[in-house]
């Protein structure tokens, strides 16, 4: 099944398609500056029943370098099977369009990313004949950005700072730039950003943090995500004021009860809860009327 962090790794060039001619410093190649970007078919299936699928194509067409091809692809962990597929993705769209082919591969770990850099040959040592070294982007290479200034100036190379680096200790610092960006910007241009954000990073520790950055930053946002967000933040954030305001009064709260407190997902039953904690003189009061 493929995951969030997988589509938002490589659909975030689908979303800015100038992103990659904009990586030339990450990567350390000479990245052409295309006056035209084409999203492309990813179906590579061919007469045989024998079904493939890359995850982004994209057509750049610059005017001093002519076109080129780049297939993107997401990889989350290490798969001895996945570069004799990546060649073939290379070959046939090489073949089929007649096009230079290059393959970009966006990991969110460095020892997936580092053993995705590896020149991979077909043959034999003495007989290579076909060698796949695709350029790689990760947390080893991908800038950190945490200047919501620098941020601002480019949501897209920060949004994906954010999702290669989705597991290091500076991820609190780029999402805290990037929602402090995201402030001054239209709403349907924030929307995507914290959608591919929110992808990105599922599953990891940070989208708490990031969930929470959203409900407070971006409380005038509208979009389904952002919406989600805020609701969860506004439910936890009632859930602390509850066992803050019986912890204050000096009542005991049980396991089950501060359980029940904090798997509450709904603000309107929280809220109820927050104005019943002043004034009951046990925790059990707080849960009458829900229990009738």
């Avoid at 982004?56 to 099977?81: H, M, N, V």
Wanted: a negative charge; aromatic letters at 6%.
């Amino acid at each position: 099944m493929v995951s969030s962090p997988h589509e938002a790794m490589h659909r975030i060039f689908q979303h800015d398609l100038h992103l990659f001619s904009r990586l030339s410093g990450v990567l350390g190649l000479p990245l052409p500056s295309p006056v035209e970007v084409t999203v492309m078919p990813t179906d590579l299936t061919e007469a045989s029943p024998v079904e493939r699928r890359l995850d982004t194509l994209l057509r750049l067409d610059s005017a001093d370098d002519g076109s080129l091809l780049l297939a993107i692809e997401a990889q989350g962990k290490k798969d001895p099977a996945k570069p004799a597929s990546w060649a073939y993705y290379t070959a046939y769209l090489w073949t089929k369009y007649r096009l230079p082919t290059a393959l970009l591969v966006v990991c969110q770990d460095r020892a997936t990313a580092e053993w995705a850099e590896r020149s991979v040959s077909s043959g034999p040592p003495h007989l290579p004949t076909l060698t796949l070294r695709p350029a790689v982007l990760g947390p080893h290479n991908m800038p950190v950005i945490t200047d919501p200034d620098e941020a601002r100036a480019d949501l897209a190379l920060t949004t994906l700072s954010a999702i290669t680096h989705a597991g290091d200790p500076d991820i609190g610092a780029i999402l805290k730039a990037l929602s402090t960006a995201l402030r001054d910007v239209p709403e349907d241009v924030a929307d995507p950003i914290i959608e591919f954000t929110t992808q990105g990073l599922e599953k990891r520790p940070a989208l708490e943090l990031w969930r929470n950055l959203v409900a407070v930053d971006l409380s005038f946002y509208t979009s389904v995500i952002s919406e989600e967000i805020r609701d969860e933040g506004r439910a936890q954030a009632h859930a602390e004021a509850i066992l803050i305001i019986l912890e204050q009064r000096g009542l005991t709260i049980s396991d089950d009860a501060r359980q029940r407190i904090t798997g509450c997902d709904d603000p309107e039953v929280l809220r109820r809860w927050v104005a019943r904690a002043v004034t009951v003189s046990s925790v059990d009061e707080i849960f009458a009327d829900e229990d009738a």
